[in-house]
DNA sequence: CCGGATCAATACCTGGAAGGTATCGTTGCC
DNA sequence: GGCAACGATACCTTCCAGGTATTGATCCGG
């Protein structure tokens, strides 16, 4: 199977048109007809159920869409991480490392300080982004490694290493009334009178339904806690970043957040090599 | 990037020898020689450095080296479940799931049972092999799910949803002296004279060095502990598996020994996900 | 029920690229 | 210094990707 195979039989699948799907492509409608039955031909299945006037997925083309789509990503992520080795040393980062804006300081200036020791480290760009950009840049082959929160982002398709666990504490406006109390269970926080939880975006960009405002980003949210329309459960080490007008506690019942350090399979440079090393030594 | 090239540049990256390269690939050096040229023109990146008598990778050949073949195998592992899933659904298993044969029976068979009793069950071919083909088996499309053990199994690249956790124990044969302790630990069982621990094989098939027998899988490895010459560290679940000559004690300070389901990303059919889902809500 | 519109398939042609053969230029080595 | 090994280049041929024109089937409005 040629990548321009899959092209083709992607937007097809998407489009479910061939004549959109051929403007699209910039090409016209005849070979593209052609390539979907060759490619057909050559797999011994059949991907689309045309008529002339529908063209719905079969089975099979369901599987191939789903398929298709993975691998021109992982080689277009081939390509960039392939031009990025390729750039002169100079000026070029070493590595790129992508972290949440809320996440710890204390553990990333630690890992930054212990990497810069080490023999054969090179310079670092932190990159900050919301949790659904981290991981899009990672499987594109912009980003080398990332700093991401289990269970709230999905390490699935990424190398992982674990590299350390916290409790999670709600935050709250400074004087309200439970930051009196030494700790608190999930259920007095669910449903707070006038603090809802806030929604957060799904990885399309959607927000679910569901009352509490939507953030994007971990500073939006600190300030909508700070004018009282919402409070928050988040991992403990946040608290060395509140500001006087917020108060913490403990959540006891609140899932752990562990802190991993991702990488994509199969782009383990030595530099990704040293600095999860590096990472895991910091344990 | 065509996969046709791709696959001319890690034949040419893996021989490092343009003749030997394009005989693997089947045409003559030529065109191999042009192809990678073109390909290195269209990255704007040198890809190899040859000289009339030496052909080296960049950093950048040796990036697309890793990536090439990850996605040269994902383009394969596409067509087989392109191909599988066009087969008639006659005969065509709905569901092959891999798992270790020394795999917690007991799980598999509530898990299978529950499954069952979906409304949209399909027919589950279940495989038993070793826990370096398992990983191969669902990389490469030839197996929809599996139940893997953290952390001796990678689970890089996979979903995973946790099942179970358990801690682990020591299986001796009957009579040894340990047998008779509630409890041991690590220490206890590390150095014992004449039991060593089995060495497993890596997973590109060789075996680390050290003492201890070279077990392939569980049934092996029962049989050398029977035989007095090695002794075996297990998840406690193998103990309902155990025949009389052999004993187990709880290794304390062992670690834990997690169970997963695990399916490849993208690949997530209405079958798979309702696996998944029954295989979480047993929990 | 008919004619037009829509859309995929087919027929046929052309240019370019993939692959082959022959040869050259460089380099290491006896 | 001459030979052997090996990648690059030159040149040719074949084949296929892509274009244009057309057909054939289906839906729809009148």
Known sequence: METRELRYFVTVAEELHFGRAAQRLGITQPPLSRAIHQLERRLGAALLDRTSRTVTLTEAGTVLLAEGRAVLEAVEAAERRTRRAALPPTGRPGLVLVTKASASRELLAKLLDAYAAEPAAVPIDVTLC?????????????????????????????HTEELSTEGQVVVLPAGHPLTVRPHVHMADVSGLPGLPLPRWPEPDGTYPPGPGPQVRDHAQLLQLVALGRACAVSPESCRTQLPDDLAAVPVLDAPKVTTVIAWPPHSRSRAVADLVRTATSLR
């Not at 919301?130 to 699935?156: C, M």
């Open 130 to 158: 919301g949790p659904a950009e981290q991981e899009r840049l990672l499987r594109e082959g912009r980003a080398d490694v990332a700093l991401l929160h289990r269970p709230f982002d999905s390490t699935a398709g990424f």
